[in-house]
């Protein structure tokens, strides 16, 4: 089987090869991606791959994903290669390269893993190869396909129908549709920007047949609704003017029952709070229990509170049976993509929650309701950041700019520590007036 290689050079000219090169008539290859079972990682390889190849360079574009990383397949490390990833937005570009692979016609290439803070989908895939003579191979299409599937080309590879989410032009502002085509029950994020001297006044969405769409608000310029099968147009109507004060939720200064959070402890104002607002009680009548570690179940049952609830759905993980008072609280969290268990159906409901678990639920949760997910703080300062899980990592940095998880001491961040009552207590009521006030 001939070998071939793939100089170490080869990168910097690929990266400079024009935009468009020759056309070589040689079949497509195909894009095979398999995904895991939370769908924020899809493992990449190229199948029908022409026997004069020596590199690839593939963008992709997606939907849903977020702070995109890639990790070359060991294959390819092992053969001295080495990949570069560029991405803006919802669009990835690869360029990989490797020290010597067999590849003939027909034959397939293990690219290695495409990873994002969130589940995404492929949506469409364009690339080129460079043969022996260094030319281009430029396509006019590539395919694409999940591992068992037809394969599309240039467009979603899911089955389902994508239906266009209109906005209609406005003065005084503009509203941002995220995502701007999505197929029915997904849900789509309105974002208002009104102009210097304006604000927005009314926003109304309907269905192709002039069906008013039901709103979801989640502040004064950011609304959801869940897509109909069917093309969506938005109206917003700006107004010139000072935009009028909403009624802030206030605390609740209620006098505590417990005698283990006297008022010179620095939890008592954080459990004030959550107990004033119903979102947490105490282990007894008189007691909260402030030293006592949370679990994973507790947490998700507090922010199901906040949520008023909603009906759902048995919860998928075998660990969760529907007697336990968290049951209705995991199926809510599993079902809006702000909790996905360890894997193998389990969800460790009873266990002690760390810190950068809680980060990350929070982190989720904030971005299922719409909340601002700006801030990324430097957590190399905290001596022990090399322990942080790399799923918590972008969370915890959010967490920590947004002054929900600061360090357990000047130096120290213990990502894997348990999280007591009070510091729930205390993250809760800085996410309610920093993140959702």
Not at 127 to 154: A, C, H, P, W
Not at 319 to 341: C, L, T
Request: negative net charge; aromatic residues 10%; hydrophobic residues 30%.
């Amino acid at each position: 089987m001939k070998k071939i290689r793939f100089p170490a050079l080869f990168l910097a000219f690929l990266l400079a090869l024009p935009a468009a090169g020759t056309v070589y008539a040689v079949d497509s290859p195909t894009l095979v991606y398999s995904s895991n079972s939370k769908g924020d990682q899809q493992t990449l390889k190229l199948d029908g791959l022409p026997s004069d190849c020596y590199g690839v360079q593939l963008t992709i574009s997606t939907e849903g994903g977020k702070n995109f990383r890639f990790d070359p397949d060991r294959t390819l490390s092992k053969n001295n290669g080495y990949s570069v990833e560029k991405h803006s937005n919802d669009t990835v570009t690869l360029y990989i390269t490797a020290g010597e692979s067999s590849q003939n016609t027909g034959s397939s290439l293990t690219l290695g893993t495409l990873s994002s803070d969130k589940a995404f989908s492929i949506e469409s895939v364009s690339g080129r190869l460079v043969n022996s003579d260094m030319k281009d191979q430029t396509y006019s299409r590539i395919s694409f396909k999940e591992d068992g599937k037809s394969s599309g080309s240039g467009t979603s590879s899911d089955s389902s129908k994508r239906y266009a989410v209109e906005v209609r032009v406005t003065r005084g502002g503009e509203v941002e549709a995220s995502p701007s085509h999505a197929g029915r029950g997904t849900k789509i994020t309105l974002t208002a920007a009104p102009d210097e001297g304006y604000y927005l006044d009314d926003l109304t969405v309907y269905d192709e047949d002039d069906n008013e769409i039901e709103l979801t608000e989640q502040n004064s310029r950011r609304y959801t609704f869940t897509m109909p099968a069917s093309d969506v147009r938005v109206e917003p109507i700006f107004v010139s003017g000072e935009e009028p004060e909403r009624p802030e939720t206030p605390d609740i200064p209620v006098s505590l029952p417990f005698r283990d959070v006297p008022q010179s402890e620095w939890f008592y104002s954080a459990v004030q709070y959550v107990y004033g607002n119903g979102m947490m009680s105490g282990t007894a009548p008189d007691l909260f229990s402030p030293n006592v570690t949370t679990t994973r179940g507790m947490i998700v049952t507090i922010l199901y509170r906040l949520e008023g609830r909603p009906a759902v759905s048995a919860a998928p993980f075998r660990d969760v049976p529907a007697s336990q008072y968290y049951a209705g609280a995991v199926a809510w969290a599993s079902e809006n993509g702000i909790v996905s268990g360890y894997g193998d159906g389990l969800f460790g409901p009873e266990d002690t929650i760390t810190r950068e678990q809680m980060a990350s639920i929070l982190y989720r949760y904030a971005d299922y309701k719409g909340y601002d997910m700006s801030g990324s703080a430097d957590l190399s300062v905290y001596v022990d950041a090399g322990k942080i899980s790399p799923y918590a990592m972008t969370a915890l940095q959010w967490a920590n700019a947004n002054g929900l998880v600061s360090g357990t001491t000047p130096e120290t961040l213990t990502p894997n520590g348990s999280a007591t009552r009070a510091q729930v207590a205390s993250i809760l009521m800085r996410f309610c007036k920093n993140i959702a006030g």
